[in-house]
């Protein structure tokens, strides 16, 4: 079989996905843990390699227990689409849509709630607050985080962890939420 650019992308399962139909792709854990662990957020702008997996795993940490497995896969389209900014995403046609094509097939196979219950989105917030004081060392004000309480950083993992450290602290958190 030859396989097109414009087919998609292959994962690292083998599996093609393909962006305008993600409904035809059976996704391994790993097809969106290594992209995570490997891409930063902020579009890699920081001091230190600070992982969208890491984000992840400290997101499912600051909700209640029952959210904590949506909370790890809440940026899961990040895995496919990268740590595109906010305010880039906003001025491409179409990729909320995407994302959100993306999200709901991946609610579908890994079982987490989608679209995000108002907690999770909140403990995104706050995870934001907190990489843009404490990593990436950004004191300015933004609007966003405009009521937006300090979490308590007791079981969050801010320390600079390489690809693999991220890879793998996501990986025990899905299995010890998945058990």
């Not at 059976?26 to 001091?47: K, M, T, V, W, Y």
């Not at 994302?99 to 709901?104: A, Q, R, Y």
């Not at 300015?140 to 969050?156: A, Y």
Request: hydrophobic share 40%; proline share 7%; glycine share 4%.
């Amino acid at each position: 079989m030859t396989i097109q650019l414009s087919d998609g992308i292959a994962l690292l399962s083998g599996v093609m996905f393909d962006y305008a139909r993600p409904s035809n792709t059976s996704f391994a854990i790993e097809d969106i843990a290594r992209p995570l662990a490997n891409n930063c957020r902020f579009a890699g702008h920081l001091p230190w390699h600070y992982s969208i997996a890491q984000h992840a795993v400290n997101v499912s940490m600051l909700v209640p227990r029952e959210l904590a497995f949506t909370g790890l896969f809440h940026d899961t389209s990040e895995a496919l689409t990268n740590d595109i900014t906010t305010p880039l995403k906003q001025v491409i046609p179409g990729f909320k849509d995407l994302e959100v094509s993306i999200e709901t097939e991946m609610a579908r196979q890994f079982g987490f709630q989608f679209p995000l219950p108002p907690e999770v989105k909140y403990a995104d917030l706050q995870m934001l607050k907190v990489e843009k004081e404490l990593i990436k060392q950004d004191f300015s004000d933004w609007e966003v985080l405009h009521g937006v309480e300090d979490p308590r950083l007791d079981d969050l993992c801010l320390d600079p962890l390489n690809p693999d450290q991220a890879y793998q602290l996501f990986m025990e958190r899905f299995y010890e939420l998945a058990a």
